[in-house]
Nanobody, 127 residues
Framework: QVQLLESGGGLVQTGGSLRLSCAAS????????MGWFRQAPGKEREFVAGISISGGTTDYADSVKGRFTISRDNAKNTVYLQMNNLKPEDTAVYYC????????????????????WGQGTQVTVSS
């Protein structure tokens, strides 16, 4: 059973930066593709970013391309989401996700394919 623990959320002004971290335990980290989803009040949950098990392939939602960077440190069993130039529309609860993967450079973007979810961390961007 994989467990995910997010940290790093908070309140930031427009244009600011935050780095989210997600520590994984309970599985072999290098067997799991990782990602981030978010859900804003009154909106559906949406894909933000994903990274393959090798770390060599990443994918992003169009709304965050050029501003967010996902990375993973397999030695620390941790995935990160560096968020720069934050906007009020980035305000949401951010969830770390993982799923067993058998393809080294594949990024999963479908919500239903991720089996393991963290509790979420709140990111609030003030205007």
């Amino acid at each position: 059973q994989v467990q995910l623990l997010e940290s790093g959320g908070g309140l930031v002004q427009t244009g600011g930066s935050l780095r989210l971290s997600c520590a994984a335990s309970g599985g072999t980290f290098t067997n799991y593709a990782m990602g981030w989803f978010r859900q804003a009040p009154g909106k559906e949950r949406e894909f933000v970013a994903g990274i393959s098990i090798s770390g060599g392939t990443t994918d992003y939602a169009d709304s965050v391309k050029g501003r967010f960077t996902i990375s993973r440190d397999n030695a620390k069993n941790t995935v990160y989401l560096q968020m720069n130039n934050l906007k009020p529309e980035d305000t949401a609860v951010y969830y770390c996700v993982s799923d067993r993967s058998y393809i080294s450079d594949y990024v999963e973007v479908r919500e239903g394919r991720y089996v393991y979810w963290g509790q979420g961390t709140q990111v609030t961007v003030s205007s």
